[in-house]
């Protein structure tokens, strides 16, 4: 009997996650006029401008260490979080629209070749992919994270070069 209580409590749980979550993504949708705002400007020199400067720590460090305002610099950084991830949902929301727009010269029809839909596929999913790996880094690490980890903290190989006696012959016997 308890058995079938912990299987109710975990479709339970597992059902109000997916409300959770289908609530959450349609608030997404196109048709939501402040994600239209958002995506308005998005490529635009300057919306490029801004999502350069969303990402530069460089005003933090120097509120933090030249100021002297670490509270003001983490203000920053709490907002340059969330606004990195705006941009990021903004990013994926017109990626989503340029996938919805119909190709010119295609009748309804008349679809691409089995073979581009797979390709397209392919790409979709690794722009979502590469997408939501920034978006976690940002969500987890901050907007100052770098997506690609550095490999400093490993030393490097020795120089292992052989020495010509290092090389020589070590049988100096003929063969009988």
């Given at each position: 009997m308890t058995i079938a209580l912990v299987y109710a409590f975990i479709a339970l749980l597992l059902v109000l996650g997916l409300v959770v979550?289908?609530?959450?993504?349609?608030?997404?949708?196109?048709?939501?006029?402040?994600?239209?705002?958002?995506?308005?400007?998005?490529w635009d020199p300057a919306g490029l401008n801004v999502a350069e400067r969303?990402?530069?720590?460089?005003?933090?460090?120097?509120?933090?260490?030249?100021?002297?305002?670490p509270r003001l610099a983490e203000s920053l950084y709490r907002t340059r979080r969330q606004m990195a991830l705006d941009?990021?949902?903004?990013?994926?929301?017109?990626?989503?629209?340029?996938?919805?727009?119909?190709?010119?010269?295609?009748?309804?029809?008349?679809?691409?070749a089995r073979t581009?839909?797979?390709?397209?596929?392919?790409q979709v999913l690794r722009f979502h992919f590469v997408l939501t790996y920034a978006y976690l880094v940002v969500c987890f690490f901050g907007?100052?994270?770098?997506?690609?980890?550095?490999?400093?903290?490993?030393?490097?190989?020795p120089d292992i070069r052989l020495q010509g006696e290092a090389i020589g012959v070590t049988h100096r016997g003929g063969i009988h």
């Open positions: 979550f289908l609530r959450r993504s349609a608030g997404d949708q196109p048709g939501d006029e402040a994600s239209q705002d958002l995506v308005r400007g998005l969303i990402f530069d720590p460089a005003d933090y460090f120097w509120l933090r260490d030249q100021v002297g305002f941009w990021l949902r903004a990013v994926r929301q017109s990626f989503n629209e340029l996938l919805r727009t119909p190709e010119p010269g295609l009748s309804e029809d008349e679809g691409p581009e839909t797979g390709a397209m596929l392919r907007p100052y994270h770098r997506l690609v980890p550095g490999f400093r903290f490993m030393h490097p190989l």
